[in-house]
């Protein structure tokens, strides 16, 4: 029986990150930190987008509802958009999307948001790391939001 609590005890907790990344850099520079065989933490659930741009708030919103811990949203550097601009819009609303989730109630680290181009492979590493770091020292998300049920009643 204290074996059992020994190895609770030194289990370490590895929150469940989502993690949105621009095809044509971030997920490219993640892609080259597994060819170069780049360690980082298992804890990011990789979801390949356009471009950062493109991410609709309500994308974080439901998954911080769904049980995610963090989210990093990842995109190309300013300036080096393939769409032209699109990075500079996921920068207005990310600056948006962060005052509304701390109004309320969310943990600021909770949301990250990186620049990782393709041949950064050795920087997404660095990313998903602090990322890490960050939502493991607040804990587990504390469902600040409801998921709907869809409207089912009790009766």
């Known amino acids: 029986m204290g074996e ?6 030194n289990k370490k907790y590895d929150p469940k990150i989502a993690a949105f990344l ?17 360690q980082y933490p298992p804890t990011i659930r990789t979801i390949r987008v356009p471009c950062s741009g493109r991410i ?9 509802a769904n049980g995610a811990d963090g989210v990093l949203v990842s995109g190309c550097h300013p300036g080096d958009c393939h769409y032209i601009s699109g990075n500079y819009v996921a920068r207005r609303k990310f ?19 990186s620049w990782v181009s393709a041949a950064e492979g050795g920087r997404f ?27 089912a009643t009790d009766e």
């Open 4 to 9: 059992i609590q020994v190895e609770a005890e």
């Open 56 to 64: 609709n708030p309500l994308y974080i919103l439901k998954a911080m």
């Open 125 to 151: 590493a660095e990313v998903v790391k602090g990322v890490t770091e960050r939502v493991s020292a607040l804990g587990p998300n504390k469902g600040v939001f409801k998921v709907d049920d869809g409207g």
């Open 22 to 38: 621009c095809n044509w850099c971030s997920y490219a520079g993640a892609d080259l930190a597994g060819v170069g065989r780049i």
């Open 95 to 113: 600056a948006l999307i962060k005052s509304l989730l701390t109004h309320v109630g969310l943990e600021e680290d909770r949301v990250n948001f």
